[in-house]
């Protein structure tokens, strides 16, 4: 089980690494260029755009839409590899072999995604610094404001918010394609169907989710 | 040995098996043949336990399996090797592992010893110097005699085999065969075959059971199959062109 578990983590998570890294680098730049363009009222100060850039990237970008992203990646990997073996009969193999292939073959998958806050962390890291680089190198502000906006108004409850719902959204990437998956009939072009069917409920759950912990979370 | 008594097994209100009972010996090649559509994959499946069925017992060396307890159950389900229709070898093993997968989950012995044992079952199947190759790499005829050798690495009791000459040429059908067949007879394994093939009929078949719309529609041994007149077994066996010649032959001496 041990050698099942580490090879989920490098199918799952460290396979994921270059994507989130790329993605989250440059959202976080568009995000603080975006930030700066619309900031046209000169009263407004500057720090705002590393503000904005800390607030989105941590409450929403890293935690939700990076979910959304790794339901299409992970997702599709876990329901097209499950839905494979369905196909395959290596279920039935499994099965008859007398090997629990629920366990033997989701389990090891959500202790996997154990380690996605570990991710969506890294995203948010990289995030900010693709924030911090398009704001000075790109000429919308200096670094001294980037940082003071970084810094200014930080609410530690927010870290706690948005690692929570990550959580969350990790065991909802292991165990929805996981069902697609396991629970499919029928041959190559269902593995497909199941992929995206699999994609569009694992994304619906978390976009609902994320409504509901927000209002749990951080509404008075 | 194992033994179906009256057999009943319904989907969705069709009764796919209507009350079928036999006996597969030890030693022997126990061969289902049937139309598609006979009961033949329900059978098998309720003899592997992914069926249940409604009526009747299947038991395993006198032990009943619906009267077994969960543990009892997958006892025996480590006493069983089964060779896929597909093989369903597992595309992220090598050869190696896929023929040591039983052992490493349903024994504690040491990779030196689990190693030995997957040396020699391929050896066994002729299959020496593929240990590193993914089933993607190798052919047909090779992942067929890959999954024989999973099925019989942990010395079954029961053997199953799903059409396993489906997809291969003629060739290496018989070499399929002959291995199923020869392994059966050294380990004195209880093998259980559902085929369309004919050859393999001819080649194997110590003893048939011929299905017909759920029922038992014949029994007896592929020198019985030339003599008998029942009209189910004959229109079946004796649709090619071919085999009605051969039977001719043998009825002439």
Redesign the interface.
């Known amino acids: 089980m041990k050698g099942l578990i580490y ?1 989920e983590v490098d199918d799952l998570i460290i396979d994921s690494l270059g994507i989130v890294a790329f993605i989250s680098f440059f959202v976080g730049g568009v995000v603080s260029m975006q930030t700066a363009l619309n900031l046209t009222n000169s009263f407004i100060p500057k720090y705002l755009i590393g503000y904005a850039t800390r607030q989105s990237v941590i409450l929403e970008f890293a935690p939700t839409f990076m979910s959304i992203i790794m339901a299409g990646k992970m997702g599709s990997f876990i329901t097209s590899s499950i839905g ?2 369905r196909v ?3 279920i ?2 499994l ?5 629990n292939s629920l366990n033997y073959l989701v389990f090891p998958k959500i202790i996997a995604l154990l380690l996605y806050p570990f991710l969506v962390g890294i995203g948010m890291f990289l995030g900010i610094t693709g924030g911090y680089i398009a704001t000075v190198y790109g000429g919308f502000g200096n670094s001294i404001d980037f940082i003071d906006g970084l810094q200014r108004d930080f609410i530690p409850f927010h870290v706690v918010y948005a690692f929570t719902k990550t959580f969350i959204f990790g065991m909802l990437l292991a165990t929805i394609p996981s069902f697609h998956g396991f629970y499919m009939k029928g041959g190559a072009l269902e593995v497909g169907k199941a992929s995206t069917v699999s994609f569009v409920w694992t994304s619906v759950t978390i976009i609902l989710l994320n409504y509901i912990i927000t209002q749990l979370l951080l509404t008075k | 040995m194992i033994e179906i008594k009256n057999i009943e097994k319904s989907f969705g209100g069709v009764k796919i098996l209507k009350g079928v009972s036999c006996v597969f010996e030890a030693g022997k090649t126990n061969l289902i043949i049937g139309q598609s559509g006979s009961g033949k994959t329900v059978l098998l499946k309720s003899l ?3 069926h249940t069925p409604e009526m009747g017992t299947i038991s395993f060396d006198g032990r009943i399996y619906s009267d077994l307890s969960a543990d009892e159950k ?1 006892e025996i ?2 006493e ?1 090797g ?1 060779l ?3 093989s ?5 093993m090598t050869v190696s592992e896929n023929v040591g ?2 052992l490493r ?2 024994t504690n012995d040491s990779s030196a010893k689990i190693q030995k044992r997957v040396d020699f079952v391929l050896e066994r199947v002729n299959l020496v110097g593929a240990h590193k190759k993914l089933p993607s790499e190798i052919s047909g005829g090779m992942q067929k005699r890959v999954a024989i050798a999973r099925a019989i690495v942990n010395n079954p009791k029961y053997l ?1 085999c799903d059409e396993p000459n489906s997809g291969l040429d003629p060739n290496t059908a018989i070499l399929i065969d002959n291995l199923i067949r020869e392994i059966t007879e050294e380990y004195n394994i209880t093998t259980v075959v559902n085929t369309h093939d004919m050859n393999s009929v001819m080649e194997i078949g110590d003893h048939i059971l011929f299905l017909k719309n759920g029922l038992k529609a014949w029994e007896g041994t592929k020198e019985e199959i030339f003599l008998t007149e029942n009209e189910a077994i004959v229109e079946f066996v004796y649709s090619s062109e071919l085999f009605k010649k051969v039977r001719e032959a043998y009825l002439k001496g």
């Open positions: 090879k494979s073996m395959t009969e290596q039935d193999a099965e008859v072999m007398g090997v | 592997l336990g992914i997958r389900r480590t069983i089964m896929f229709q597909g369903a070898l597992f595309d992220s997968f039983p989950m349903f199953f």
